[in-house]
C-alpha cells in the first residue's frame, strides 16, 4: 500500500516557477514509477512527466525543456519542478504511483495509487 501527498502548489505568474512535492508513505514506493498527472477544466486528465524504478523518464511534449521529474527513494519523495509556467499550465495536479511503468504512461486509468491533487493556477 502506498500513500501520497501532493503539496506545493499555488498562485504562479507567467515564466515563473513551482515546485511540486509528492511524500509517499508504504515499503514499496521505491519499486514504483511515480508521476504527475493534471486536469484543467473541461479537458481530460493528462500524463505530465513519470520517471520509472530505475530512473527512465517521461514527458508530455508541451512541458519538455521546462519541467523536471526527479525522486528521492531514501525520503520516499517525488517532485515535479515548473519552470517557465504557462498559463495553460493551469490545472489540478495529481502525484501517482504504480508497480506498474506502463500504467501511468496509458493515461492514468489503471494506476492504483493516486493524491489527492494540488491546484496551480499561471496568471497571465
Known amino acids: 500500500q502506498v500513500r501520497l501527498v501532493e503539496s506545493g502548489g499555488g498562485l504562479a505568474q507567467a515564466g515563473g516557477s513551482l515546485t511540486l512535492s509528492c511524500a509517499a508513505s508504504g515499503s514499496i514506493f521505491s519499486r514504483c514509477a511515480v508521476g504527475w498527472f493534471r486536469q484543467a477544466p473541461g479537458k481530460q486528465r493528462e500524463l505530465v512527466a513519470a520517471?520509472?524504478?530505475?530512473?527512465?523518464?517521461k514527458y508530455v511534449d508541451s512541458v519538455k525543456g521546462r519541467f523536471t521529474i526527479s525522486r528521492d527513494n531514501a525520503k520516499k519523495m517525488g517532485y515535479l519542478q515548473m519552470d517557465s509556467l504557462k498559463p495553460e499550465d493551469t490545472a489540478v495536479y495529481y502525484c501517482?504511483?504504480?508497480?506498474?511503468?506502463?500504467?501511468?504512461?496509458?493515461?492514468?486509468?489503471?494506476?492504483?495509487?493516486w493524491g489527492q491533487g494540488t491546484q496551480v493556477t499561471v496568471s497571465s
Open positions: 501517482a504511483a504504480d508497480l506498474s511503468d506502463k500504467a501511468l504512461v496509458a493515461g492514468g486509468r489503471f494506476v492504483r495509487y
Open positions: 520517471i520509472g524504478s530505475g530512473g527512465n523518464i
